[in-house]
T-cell receptor, first 114, second 111 residues
Framework: DTEVTQTPKHLVMGMTNKKSLKCEQH?????MYWYKQKAKKPPELMFV???????INESVPSRFSPECPNSSLLNLHLHALQPEDSALYLC?????????????FGQGTRLTVV | DQQVKQNSPSLSVQEGRISILNCDYT??????FLWYKKYPAEGPTFLIS?????DKNEDGRFTVFLNKSAKHLSLHIVPSQPGDSAVYFC??????????FGTGTRLTIIP
């Protein structure tokens, strides 16, 4: 199983809503990531979890709140988002021994904030 | 400051010919380089990587070349197939620093 599964695939939310994005992998990877990708731009790193602990927060606004309940799951809780937060949110995972290398990406959640 | 650059936003190649995608970087600390392929509405898929101790790595139809003195890498796809049409991102890292992605090149294979 070399899959990273993200749900939902599409999400439309209002600026006052609270929603969560979910990510799951069963490859035994100990590093998991959230990326944000806008149209025609490269993926931008948001958060890194290593061994279920938050190791990197790339100065992401607090309206994005990550959570790693166990080594296979990664959530991104969303609250009071802005329209400019609309983007493709990608989850990825990789082996711990070379953080970031050969990361496997999920299909992404296309988020629209209205 | 764009440390990893892909100067060609798009490239069209005839099916069966060679596709060459280029990537330049400015940070001499980068020691690991990767290529990802991305179809619309999907996440990037890892293709091939190369460590800075090598200058070439091959995997089937895909070969990555690294020229450290020029801070340049390229991805060669031979022969090109219609399924290769996608956006290709190069990425670079050093140590455990984050992957820095290039801006991507859209490759179109013409049947």
């Amino acid at each position: 199983d070399t899959e990273v599964t993200q749900t939902p695939k599409h999400l439309v939310m209002g600026m006052t809503n609270k929603k969560s994005l979910k990510c799951e992998q069963h490859m035994g990877h100990r590093a998991m990531y959230w990326y944000k990708q806008k149209a025609k731009k490269p993926p931008e790193l948001m958060f890194v979890y290593s061994y279920e602990k938050l190791s990197i927060n790339e100065s992401v606004p607090s309206r994005f709140s990550p959570e790693c309940p166990n080594s296979s799951l990664l959530n991104l809780h969303l609250h009071a988002l802005q329209p400019e937060d609309s983007a493709l949110y990608l989850c990825a995972s990789s082996q711990r021994d070379r953080l970031y290398s050969e990361a496997f990406f999920g299909q992404g959640t296309r988020l629209t904030v209205v | 400051d764009q440390q990893v650059k892909q100067n060609s936003p798009s490239l069209s190649v005839q099916e069966g010919r060679i596709s060459i995608l280029n990537c330049d970087y400015t940070n001499s600390m980068f020691d690991y380089f990767l290529w990802y392929k991305k179809y619309p509405a999907e996440g990037p898929t890892f293709l091939i990587s190369i460590s800075s101790i090598k200058d070439k790595n091959e995997d089937g139809r895909f070969t990555v070349f690294l020229n450290k003195s020029a801070k340049h890498l390229s991805l060669h796809i031979v022969p090109s197939q219609p399924g290769d049409s996608a956006v290709y991102f190069c990425a670079a890292s050093f140590g455990n620093e984050k992957l820095t992605f290039g801006t991507g090149t859209r490759l179109t294979i013409i049947p």
